[in-house]
């Protein structure tokens, strides 16, 4: 499955952002879905995911109620809603499949198969 990821930008502080995560080559409903972001200088670290059986959502805890991770499969696009952003949150944003990852390593990031080239999300005044 290819990943394209878009929607990253400049944001205020406070401010909002949707970003986007299409895939094509696949069996969307057959793949769970993730967010993770790398800040310059940092290791890659998990956001958010979805499971492929169910949906369950689940969040890096920094970030519970500030960021929304959501699919919408007939479009096989991943959303992640991020909302009263900060400086610090400032980091490419990359989208991830996994056919087969299991709850235990969903915040790993080796354990995704696929990845998305990334966006850039810059939160600054």
């Known amino acids: 499955v290819q990943l394209q990821a878009s929607g990253g930008g400049l944001v205020q502080p406070g401010g909002s952002l949707r970003l986007s995560c299409v895939a094509s080559g696949g069996t969307f409903r057959a793949y769970s879905m993730g967010w993770f972001r790398q800040a310059p200088g940092k290791e890659r670290e998990f956001v958010a995911g979805?499971?492929?059986?169910?949906?369950?959502?689940h969040y890096a805890e920094s970030l519970k109620g500030r960021f929304t991770i959501s699919r919408d499969i007939p479009k096989s696009t991943t959303y992640l809603q991020m909302n009263s952003l900060k400086p610090e949150d400032t980091a490419v944003y990359y989208c991830?499949?996994?056919?087969?990852?299991?709850?235990?390593?969903?915040?790993?990031?080796?354990?995704?198969?696929?990845w998305g080239q990334g966006t850039l999300v810059t939160v600054s005044s």
């Open positions: 991830a499949a996994s056919s087969g990852i299991i709850l235990s390593q969903l915040r790993i990031a080796s354990s995704w198969e696929h």
């Open positions: 979805i499971r492929r059986n169910g949906g369950t959502t």
